[in-house]
């Protein structure tokens, strides 16, 4: 892969509050801190538009320094950092955006892994805020928050026009804090004001365990919301058993953490007597991450071949193949969505489709497919920039319509303690 290719990044439409900073993830080691702090600005002298005139800007300006009546509010570095951010907001893409020193060091911080906020990731649908997804046992999943909800208002100000990393701005803060976000739910009929108090959130990307479950054959399978699988939680001797794989996100420590999870794995299937059938990898809520990650994950389960094909205006299109030898490519799975998959979990989950190597279970993903690139600035500021859009191993865009599941399910928001994706997954793998 060439030092261009670890240059692109996705940037998680999920930008996660967990960290309350812009939402990258690594998807390998040391790439994250290579990009963002390293990244080459091509070109001293910029090409200036010969049809613009800027005389209206310092007219503005000047008018602002000698009638606005406020003279302490005329911040000087303020307004430039402004004027700039409504230069990249002009383009009309979520995606592409300014960072203040401030902004850029939220997007840093945030791949350390400990964060306080209130625990859920962010994006913009239809050009409005929304949860992708609460991450589990936070203060945003306590309090009711949901995949899909409509984040109307923040502490009373409207979130019309805001970009993500202003969202992020507003909705972070110390642990013991609380913020008041209105939400209008998937379903609602009126927002309602949900007060979520800020804590210390630590998520590990990666984690694992055997599960067991009864084959209830007398459950009649055209039941609506019934499968014939019961997980079983207490010890069960003729209980046949699964691998659940959760990649949560791509952070500094994923690969430690998923080369790790695989020799465990690995270890445990040898000794099992052949009782575990097979493996459930499970990419719901994963907001996505740098390219170089989803290769790195899906090689894991794939021999060879293609992964993604990258599309850009200066390189053409480029195909991502396999490039390690992976210790899953022949365990039967199962991969599960749900419509908190956004970007680099989205290229795994859909190379694995498309590939023929897994079914997907679960609901659409979210549908992102561009790929932006980090650039740092003078003074600690930083831009990210749209660069090119990814592509499925058949071609296919997915960029707002997300991947379609061979099997759709959808859990019931009121039965927390039910989870018919999981199950269905299992399922379809013991057939």
């Not at 990393?165 to 976000?181: C, D, Q």
């Not at 009782?275 to 990650?293: A, H």
Request: proline share 3%; glycine share 10%.
């Amino acid at each position: 892969m060439s030092l261009k290719t670890l240059r692109n990044l996705f940037l998680i439409l999920a930008l996660m509050v967990v960290a309350m900073g812009v939402g990258y993830r690594a998807g390998a080691r040391g790439v994250g801190r290579e990009i963002l702090q390293n990244t080459p600005i091509v070109g001293n002298i910029p090409v200036k538009p010969t049809s613009v005139d800027f005389s209206l800007f310092w007219d503005v300006w000047d008018r602002l320094n000698r009638y606005y009546i406020d003279k302490k509010a005329l911040d000087y570095q303020k307004m430039v950092y402004g004027a700039i951010s409504g230069v990249v907001s002009s383009l009309g893409d979520p995606y592409t955006v300014f960072l203040p020193p401030d902004q850029n060091q939220e997007v840093k911080d945030d791949l350390g892994g400990k964060f306080e906020g209130i625990g859920a990731q962010l994006g913009i649908k239809d050009k409005k805020i929304v949860i992708v997804a609460p991450l589990k046992g936070t203060p945003a999943e306590k309090s009711g928050l949901r995949a899909g909800d409509w984040i109307v208002k923040v502490d009373g100000k409207d979130t019309s026009n805001w970009t993500l990393p202003e969202a992020v701005s507003k909705i972070r803060g110390t642990k013991g804090s609380s913020v008041v976000l209105n939400i209008l739910h998937k379903d609602g009929a009126k927002p309602v004001d949900i007060s979520v108090m800020r804590d210390t959130i630590s998520v590990a990307s990666v984690e694992w365990e055997t599960l067991k479950f009864k084959n209830q054959s007398s459950i009649v399978a055209s039941e609506s919301g019934k499968t014939k699988i019961k997980i079983v939680k207490d010890d069960c001797t003729d209980c046949g058993q699964v691998i659940d794989l959760r990649l949560t996100r791509f952070g500094d420590q994923t690969t430690d953490e998923w080369n790790k999870a695989v020799t465990d794995i690995k270890t445990k299937i040898a000794n099992s007597q052949n009782k575990i059938k097979g493996l459930v990898f499970d990419l719901r809520n994963n907001p996505g991450g740098y390219l170089s990650g989803s290769i790195f994950i899906a090689s894991e389960f794939l021999k060879d071949g293609t992964v993604v094909t990258q599309e850009s205006i200066a390189s053409g299109k480029q195909s991502y193949e396999v490039d390690r030898k992976g210790k899953f490519t022949d365990i039967p799975m199962v991969v599960l969505v749900n419509k908190g998959s956004a970007s680099a979990s989205e290229i795994v989950a859909g190379a694995l489709q498309v590939r023929g190597r897994a079914k997907i279970v679960g609901e659409a993903s979210f549908g992102k497919g561009s790929v932006q690139e980090a650039q740092e600035l003078p003074g600690g500021a930083g831009i990210h920039i749209t660069t090119a859009k990814w592509l499925l191993p058949n071609g296919k865009w997915i960029n707002g319509s997300g991947i379609t599941p061979d099997i759709k399910v959808e859990n019931d928001d009121n039965k927390s303690d039910e989870d018919l994706q999981l199950e269905t997954a299992i399922e379809t793998l013991v057939k």
